[in-house]
């Protein structure tokens, strides 16, 4: 038994199983106002997780194109904020010791061939 709770428009904001509010109301779980938030929740839902998931393609991108612009002289690195280059810098070295470890470990694969 779903209680609702309304926005001044009248459309629903939030689904509880026990009234929250003394402004909630009670609707069937079947009833169509209830059918479409479920929906658009889910819908939400699922835009949230594609968003997530290219989350780190895109600061890869962001990264790379930063670099670009760098290199092309079309600004300094250090004209960028310093929690900026912090976090690039981090982000660089990371990459750096994780390309390094990498190689170690192709390396020693060769040693036992």
Do not use: C
Not at 1 to 13: D, E, F, H, L, Q
Not at 50 to 73: A, C, G, N, P
């Amino acid at each position: 038994m779903p209680y609702v709770v309304r926005n001044s428009a009248g459309a629903i904001t939030e689904i509880h199983d026990s009234p929250s509010a003394s402004d909630s109301q009670w609707l069937e779980s079947t009833d169509p106002e209830m059918i479409n938030f479920l929906q658009r929740m889910k819908m939400s839902e699922q835009v949230n997780r594609t968003l997530s998931s290219t989350d780190y393609e895109m600061v890869r991108v962001i990264e790379d194109l930063v670099d670009l612009l760098i290199e092309k002289k079309i600004f300094i690195f250090t004209e960028l904020p310093p929690a900026v280059q912090e976090k690039l810098g981090a982000r660089k070295q990371l990459r750096k010791d994780m390309r390094s470890l990498n190689n170690l470990i192709n390396e020693d694969d060769d040693i036992f061939s």
